[in-house]
């Protein structure tokens, strides 16, 4: 009698479906570890790890080149940088990604300013990084919101 074996076509299916959770259980493996699977994939659908890393890089090199190469009003130009950046990743991502981008934005505004401001972080410590940390949040939280915004208006029917 010829022995009946899962195919490859099976198993693409199922990835692209999302269902591991009924092979599992047909495989007659424990429900722990399904619980834990739907478990991550949730957290991960909340605050996802990878996004932030790109918004915490692209939002460090923005606030760099920002304050450095247009040095105007000092830290504010670096800033207005972390927004434009976060701006254009919310245009371009087709997820809400907001909390990761005010995450990466609020990293690379407390590094910015901890680098800009070396002096001062001696004299006055952490509530000085809070104001870097606090501008880099609300500029890098606003930035995606307005560019999802304005990818909803531009890619919904009227």
């Given at each position: 009698?010829?022995?009946r074996s899962?195919t490859?076509e099976?198993d693409d299916?199922?990835?692209l479906l ?7 259980r047909?495989a ?12 991550k994939?949730r957290a991960?659908d909340v605050?996802?790890?990878r996004y932030?890393?790109?918004a915490a ?5 923005a606030i760099?080149?920002?304050?450095t190469?247009?040095p105007l009003?000092g830290d504010?130009?670096?800033?207005v940088?972390?927004?434009l ?7 371009i991502?087709?997820?809400?990604r907001?909390?990761e981008t005010?995450?990466g ?8 300013f901890l680098l800009q401001?070396?002096?001062?972080m ?8 809070a104001?870097?940390?606090?501008a ?6 606003l930035?995606a919101?307005?560019?999802g915004?304005?990818?909803d208006?531009?890619t919904r029917?009227?």
């Amino acid at each position: 009698m010829p022995q009946r074996s899962r195919t490859r076509e099976t198993d693409d299916v199922e990835e692209l479906l999302g269902d591991g959770e009924s092979t599992e259980r047909s495989a007659g493996e424990s429900s722990g570890r399904g619980f834990r699977a739907r478990a991550k994939q949730r957290a991960v659908d909340v605050f996802s790890p990878r996004y932030f890393l790109v918004a915490a890089v692209v939002s460090s090199v923005a606030i760099f080149f920002g304050g450095t190469l247009v040095p105007l009003v000092g830290d504010v130009t670096g800033f207005v940088a972390v927004f434009l950046a976060s701006f254009l990743l919310g245009a371009i991502t087709s997820d809400s990604r907001i909390l990761e981008t005010a995450a990466g934005g609020a990293v690379a505004g407390g590094l910015g300013f901890l680098l800009q401001n070396l002096a001062w972080m001696v004299v006055g410590g952490l509530p000085i990084a809070a104001v870097g940390v606090g501008a880099g949040l609300l500029a890098g939280g606003l930035g995606a919101y307005f560019g999802g915004d304005l990818r909803d208006g531009l890619t919904r029917d009227i």
